[in-house]
C-alpha cells in the first residue's frame, strides 16, 4: 500500500502516464485532434484516483484497474467536452473550450466519440466483474446525463427547492466519483456490502465537496479558493446558498433579495456586499458549513462500517481530507 | 425459419413491440421524452432485422439477440439525432428534428443518454458472447463517427478522391449494418469465420445500397424514389456521381462544370439539366450502375462461401434484393 497522502499522488502519476501511452489513431484528424487536446489538459484526474483506491483496499494489484480507471477519466471529460458546449463556456483549464477552438459539431462529435472509447476500456475485464462494472458505469453515465438536464432545467425554474438541488448535483458531480471508487472495489475484490459502503461513502464526501464549492464561491479566501469570489451572486446561480437564502427569507428581505437578482443596473462588488449581507442576516454561512460537516460525518461513518484494516480506512480519512482541503 | 420476405416484416414488427416495451424513466422530462419521440418516429429498422437475421441463421431462438437488436436500432437513431444537430436538419420521418422542437443542448444530452442506454442493452448477453459483441459494437460505433467527421470534411474539400468517398460512407453507413448481421450471428453461435463473411456480405451491399441512393437522387423516377430528384445536384453534394465526373471531364468540359457548381443565379431546374447532360456525356450512369453491381455481385459471392443450408442462404439473397428494391 502506498504510504499516506502519497497514494493521490502516484495514483495521478500512474493515470499521466497511461493518459500518454494510449493509442488513439491519427485520421480523422479533427474528431482525434480535440480528444487528444482534451486528455492532455490535466485536471485532477480524481476520478481514476479513485478507481486505484478502491481496488487496492481489496487487491494487491491494480493492473485490471488500470484501463477502467482511463475510460472513467476520459468519460468525465467528455462531459466536460459537452457540458461547455450547452453552456457556452469559451475557457477550462485555461485553455480554449473544444467547441472555441474548433466548431461546435466537432465538439459534438469528439465527444461522443470520448464516450465510446470509455466504453471499449472496460472490455478487456476479467470475466468475473466485466458484467457489474459496465453495468455500473452504465447507470452511473445515465444520473450523470440526468443530473445535467436538472441543471440546465434549474437555470429557467424560480421554484428549485433545496432537496431537488441536493439531488442534482448528486446526480451530476457525487455519482461519479462513488461510481469510480465502486467500480475499482469490485474490480480488487470487495463483496457487495463492502462496495456499497465505499459507494455512500463517496457519494457522501461528493456531496459535501460540491457544497463546499458553493460556499467558497461566496465565502471563500480568493488567494485559497484559486478564482475570484462572488462570481455566483453576480449569476444569480442557483446555489445551496441562494436556494436556503429565498426559503428563509421573508417580507421586506425576500423582496429586497428578489430585486437584487433582477437588478441589472447594480454594480457586481455592491451586489456581492448586498446580497451577503442578506445571507448573513439568515445565517446561511453557518447553515452551509453544517451541511457540508453533516454529509462529512456521513461519509466517515461509511468508512467505520468497512471491514478493513485501519490502515486502509485511513487512506479512506485522508482522501476525504485532501479532497476538502484540509490539513490533517 | 421464417418464410421468404416475410421474415423482415416479422423482425420490423417484433422490433417495434420492443421499442414500445422499453421502459425508460419520465423525469427529466426534457432528457426521456425527445428519445421516446426519437423512438416512436419509425423508420425501416434495418439494424435489429439484421441482428435478427443473423442471430436466427445459426440458432433456433433469437430470444439473446432481442436487447442488441434495440441497441443497434436506438444507436443509429442517436447518431441521427445528432447528425441532425451537425447538419442543421430541420425535419427526419416527417416531424421536427429534436434540436428543432426542443433546441440543441436537449439534443446532445438526450443523444448522449441513448448511447448510453444502447451500451447498457448488452449487458445481458451470455458470458461465452458478452465480450466480442461489445468489442464489435464499439469498433463500429467509433467508425460511424469516423465516417460522419470525414463526411463533414469532405465538405469543405474540393479535391475528395473516389477512394476518400467510398471509404467515408463505407464507414457511416456500411460498417453499421454489416456489424449488426455479425453481432446477431455470434450470438447466433456462428464461427469466426462465418461472421465474418456476414459481415463482407453486408458490407458490399450497404455500400450498393449507398450508391444506388445516390445513383437515383439524379437518374431516379420521383414516384418510386419517394423524395424530389435532382436535390444532390442542387446543393453540390460530393457523391460518386459528381467525384467521378470531376475526375473524368476534361478542359471545356470540366471548366462548364466548375462554373455550373458555382453559379449562384442558375434556376435549379436548369443546374440539374445542365449537370445532366455533362453526367450523360461522361457515362456516369452507367458508370455508377457498374459500380453498384460490383458491390452487389461482391455480396452474393460471400453468401457463396457460407456453410448454411440453401434455404437460410436464399434468406441473405432476399434480404439483398429487398434492399436494393429488387424484386425477384
Known amino acids: 500500500m502506498p504510504n499516506k497522502m502519497n497514494f493521490l499522488k502516484k495514483y495521478q502519476e500512474i493515470i499521466s502516464e497511461e493518459l500518454e501511452k494510449l493509442e488513439l489513431p491519427d485520421t480523422p484528424k479533427e474528431l ?3 480528444i487528444k487536446y482534451t486528455l492532455s489538459s490535466g485536471g485532477k484526474r480524481l476520478r481514476p484516483a479513485l478507481v486505484f483506491l478502491g481496488c487496492q483496499l481489496y487487491s494487491e494489484s491494480i493492473e485490471d484497474a488500470i484501463k477502467p480507471a482511463l475510460a472513467l477519466e476520459i468519460f468525465h471529460n467528455f462531459t466536460l467536452l459537452h457540458d461547455d458546449i450547452m453552456d457556452n463556456s469559451e475557457i477550462r483549464r485555461k485553455q480554449a473550450t473544444v467547441h472555441k477552438k474548433w466548431n461546435s459539431n466537432i465538439a459534438i462529435l469528439s465527444g461522443d466519440a470520448m464516450q465510446i472509447i470509455a466504453f471499449e476500456l472496460f472490455t478487456d475485464l476479467p470475466k468475473d466483474v466485466i458484467r457489474p462494472v459496465i453495468k455500473l458505469f452504465n447507470k ?15 437555470e429557467n425554474r424560480k421554484d428549485v427547492t433545496i432537496e431537488e438541488y441536493l439531488e442534482m448535483i448528486r446526480l451530476k458531480t457525487s455519482v461519479l466519483l462513488a461510481g469510480s471508487l465502486k467500480i ?59 436556494i436556503t437564502a429565498l426559503k428563509l427569507s421573508k417580507n421586506t428581505e425576500k423582496e429586497n433579495l428578489i430585486s437584487l437578482l ?37 461519509s466517515l461513518k461509511n468508512i467505520d462500517s468497512l471491514e478493513l484494516e485501519s490502515n486502509k480506512k485511513q487512506l479512506l480519512i485522508d482522501f476525504a481530507n485532501s479532497l476538502m482541503g484540509r490539513k490533517k
Open 184 to 242: 475499482g472495489a469490485i474490480i480488487g475484490g470487495a463483496s457487495k456490502k463492502e462496495a456499497d459502503l465505499l459507494y455512500n461513502y463517496a457519494q457522501n464526501i461528493g456531496l459535501a465537496f460540491q457544497l463546499q464549492d458553493d460556499f467558497l464561491d461566496t465565502f471563500g479566501n480568493t488567494e485559497i479558493f484559486g478564482k475570484k469570489v462572488g462570481n455566483d451572486i453576480i449569476t444569480n446561480k442557483k446555489t445551496f446558498l441562494l
Open 32 to 34: 482525434y485532434e480535440p
Open 262 to 298: 433582477n437588478n441589472q443596473n447594480i454594480k457586481n462588488e455592491n451586489k456581492i456586499i448586498e446580497v451577503k449581507k442578506i445571507y448573513n442576516n439568515l445565517k446561511i454561512k453557518e447553515l452551509t458549513e453544517n451541511k457540508i460537516k453533516e454529509y462529512f460525518s456521513k
Open 140 to 154: 452511473t453515465a445515465l444520473e450523470v446525463c440526468e443530473g445535467q438536464q436538472y441543471d440546465m432545467d434549474f
